[in-house]
């Protein structure tokens, strides 16, 4: 058994030294900070942050298939565990007033190339905050880097975007087997506690009721995903389930008045 504790103990070890840094784009003194991160083309500019995210976040400018593209923000992930999955979450979102394009969050990988390669993603087009999270396994081989790429999204000709994002986070999804999509949490709940994020996909029922049975709100998931919805006003104390694929996951939660 000493052996068998070793070898867990020496894993997670491994584990946390793959570790993404300044996810949140500020450094102690809340100045906006590009610390740990590099990017394509333009520099990347500082945003209010996200709702309960501190006070910076990080707006790139689309890229152009005209001029400069891809776009992206991205920070090499040293020390990665071969085949140990990952969960990658944060904020994105499009700017209001400008083009709409996917923008999101990837597993990636930096190789000989000029820019990073994408893999697996998450991506929204709304122009407000919205939660994004995926658990992979990064795909990077023995000659490249794992890489943590945002992909501030894509136009044509005269058009122009904004892409922004904060609280980027990468963690060790301990206890997941391949193919355990349950080993990801049903519900993350934004820092103010006002939105939450629903695990679901698109061919699932969400349902969310409050302490009286009352049903607040009723949707479906999310080709990525994770659908973000708000908490209604007033409300404590909810009851979050989801219904697809012959299964019923259910989740109850506090949240703030």
């Given at each position: 058994m000493r052996t068998r504790y070793t070898v867990i103990a020496l894993i997670l070890a491994q584990a946390t030294?793959?570790?993404?840094?300044?996810?949140?784009?500020?450094n102690d003194a809340d100045e906006f900070d590009l610390s740990n991160w590099a990017w394509t083309c333009d520099q990347p500019q500082?945003?209010?942050?996200?709702?309960?995210?501190?006070?910076w976040?990080?707006?790139?400018?689309?890229g152009n298939v005209k001029g400069c593209f891809p776009s992206y923000v991205y920070q090499v992930i040293p020390d990665v565990p071969v085949d140990m999955a990952f969960t990658l979450s944060g904020w994105a979102r499009c700017e209001p007033g400008f083009v709409q394009s996917a923008v999101g969050i990837f597993f990636g990988h930096v190789g000989t190339g000029i820019y990073p390669t994408l893999d697996t993603g998450a991506t929204t087009n709304a122009t407000e905050w919205t939660y994004l999270s995926l658990t992979e396994v990064f795909q990077a081989s023995p000659l490249d880097t794992a890489?943590?790429?945002?992909?501030?999204g894509t136009v044509a000709g005269p058009a122009f975007g904004l892409s922004d994002f904060d609280g980027i986070t990468l963690e060790f999804a301990e206890g997941m087997a391949d193919g355990d999509a349950q080993a990801t949490p049903l519900v993350r709940v934004s820092p103010d506690a006002r939105r939450i994020a629903v695990n679901a996909l698109?061919?699932?029922?969400?349902?969310i009721c409050d302490a009286l049975g009352r049903t607040l709100v009723q949707t479906t998931g999310s080709a990525s995903g994770w659908r973000?919805?708000?908490?209604?006003d007033g409300t404590q104390w909810v009851l979050v389930s989801v219904d697809g694929n012959g299964?019923?996951?259910s989740q109850r939660l506090i949240v703030a008045q």
């Open positions: 030294s793959a570790q993404l840094l300044n996810g949140s784009f500020e500082a945003v209010p942050a996200a709702p309960g995210e501190g006070m976040a990080c707006s790139k400018d689309f890489a943590v790429v945002l992909n501030a698109a061919n699932e029922r969400i349902l973000t919805l708000d908490v209604p299964k019923r996951r």
